[in-house]
């Protein structure tokens, strides 16, 4: 029986940035491939290329040269209506920011996930218990200014797995956060990939956070390190 494909697949992905008239190279010449299935960490130092790589597999920002293959879509064939559908469909993403709609509640803000995927805003059974894993269900009448950081981040984690992506990319998810709930959030992050399967690359300057992954890959200097 043949090897599945990697779900992302990224081969010698560079990014250059104009810094006035010099050219700065975030990426240069990333090549990578995630499993279906797994739970990654992508550590680096600040100024590595890890949050541009993450800018680049979520469609956020172009890139310069190479190729991304996400779920067996290729991202540079995309226009920004295709990269905005892809992230609808196939890519939840955490940001170390929450970025939660500060005038709804915590069902509205993931409730509004669904709507803009045409989903029907209703959860079912399975997602219920989602929540209940990540201690929010009696928070979800609350709106963000009555939450802790730890519990907007949960949050921000079931607006993200709400619609069953393929892949959570999670950008420095406990950047913003004490130990004790960084220590939940990626505990919370390490079940849901052991459980359910889902596939998450998370970037992160910190190794003890990269510890929850089952495998860690190092980036300096625009390149992987090993």
Known sequence: MPDTPPIIQVRDLRKVYQSGDVPVEALRGVSLDVRRGEFLAVVGPSGSGKSTLFHVLSGLTPATA?????????????????????????????FQKYNLLPTLTAEENIAIARHISGKDIAWGPAFQEVLKALGIENRLHHKPRAMS?????????????????????????????????????????????????QTILMITHNPEAAAYANRTIRMRDGLIAG
């Open 66 to 94: 190479g190729s991304v293959t996400i779920d067996g879509i290729g991202i540079a064939q995309l226009d920004e209506a295709g990269r905005t559908a892809l992230r609808k469909d196939k890519v939840g993403i955490v």
């Open 149 to 197: 950081g730890g519990e907007q981040q949960r949050v921000a984690i079931a607006r993200a797995i709400v619609n069953n992506p393929a892949i959570l990319l999670a950008d420095e998810p406990t950047g913003n956060l004490d130990t004790q709930n960084s220590e939940i959030v990626l505990s919370l992050l390490r079940e849901l990939n052991q459980k359910t399967g």
